[in-house]
């Protein structure tokens, strides 16, 4: 595991989104879900009420198992009346499940992956940036919203969004207009301070982290209640994929409980994932570590753990994997985005 406190380049990276702005390009999957019944089938699967989702708004979701468990944590977008963007980590799950739910509606749906690029501008000169670069007044939108933009003579659109704990936005253009965005951005770095960043260890790892922001491979088998996103669930829809196990979860006491984590020790080496560290009290496991890097801004390790409900308390001193002290800290736990 990279010692990322010892590596310069990523902490300057991340120190550049924190404090002026940091860019990159990065793509999530992309589904286009279109159609008189769009909706209709977006709601089958999803978590949330998408038909509260009025034109140019999106909305944080989440996708469940028949047996209430998180398989896809998404961004929907509705970009038109009759057109949806899922943006996700997971598209062939997606197809599969739109597949599988669209019998007897009006509705299609493709991968557009390939012809929709993405570019995310981060921090807190990020609003001026992108701001000097497109005709839309930035101040009008709300979090998760999309608007049709041009930059240059280039057809954009312009989502506020991002996944860095900062304020930020995400520019979406054709495939082949993507190398002259990268050069508009480029040339107007230099005036808000901002740099190119490397997404995959700056944003997703320590950016992320640090702000409390989870994936599902970050909450492992756990059900929205033990994770703390049961606030994105709509118990009012009548139905969704999963909402007999969720109604059945929501029920009963949770079994286990996602917590934030943070260590002083700057010399250390504890793995996430589904071999992450183990978590002890008093010489019994109580959980495993299932994310952990450094958090330059706050000078210390951080990650997540599942630990057994009622095992620890915040502010508890605990043990992971070689004896390394660790604070259960729900204050680096900030679940909702």
């Known amino acids: 595991m990279l010692l990322l406190n010892t590596d310069v380049n990523c902490r300057e990276q991340h120190e550049i989104v924190r404090s002026a702005a940091g860019w990159y390009y990065f793509t999530h999957h992309l589904v286009e879900v279109t159609g008189p019944d769009a ?55 997606t197809l599969k499940m739109l597949e599988e739910y669209s019998d007897g509606l009006d509705a299609a749906f493709r991968k557009i992956t390939k012809e929709v690029d993405m570019y995310a501008v981060q921090g807190p000169n990020a609003h001026d940036m992108v701001q000097s670069l497109v005709s839309t007044d930035l101040t009008q939108l709300k979090r998760f919203q999309i608007v049709s933009d041009k930059i240059g003579d280039m057809e954009v659109k312009i989502a506020k969004a991002g996944y860095t704990g900062e304020s ?63 606030w994105t669930i709509d118990f009012a829809k009548e139905d ?15 079994k286990q409980k996602l917590v934030g984590i943070t260590v002083d020790e700057p010399f250390t080496k504890v793995h996430g994932g589904p071999y992450g560290g183990c978590v002890s009290k008093n010489g019994e496991q109580i959980g495993r570590v299932t994310k952990f890097t450094y958090g330059f801004t706050i000078g210390k390790w951080v990650g997540f753990a599942l630990v057994k409900a009622g095992s620890a308390e915040p502010g508890e001193h605990v043990n992971i994997d070689w004896d390394v002290d660790a604070v259960v800290a729900p204050s680096l736990c900030f679940l909702q985005k």
């Open 240 to 254: 969704f994929l999963g909402k007999v196990a969720a109604d059945e979860a929501k029920a009963q006491p949770p």
């Open 168 to 230: 930020g936005y995400e520019i979406y253009c054709a495939v082949a207009d993507a190398p002259a965005i990268e050069a508009v951005l480029e040339k107007a770095s230099p005036r808000f301070g901002a740099k190119k960043v490397d997404e995959f260890d700056v944003e997703a790892y320590t950016l992320a982290t640090e702000a409390g922001f989870v994936l599902v491979t970050d909450i492992d088998e756990a059900t929205p209640f033990e994770t703390g996103m049961d």
């Open 39 to 93: 909706c209709r089938l977006l709601d089958r699967i999803y978590v949330s009420n998408i038909a509260k989702l009025a034109p140019t708004r999106g909305r944080y979701t989440m996708m469940l198992t028949e047996e209430g468990i998180p398989q896809d944590d998404c961004v929907i977008f509705r970009v038109d009346e009759e057109k949806y963007w899922v943006s996700t980590l997971h598209c062939p799950r």
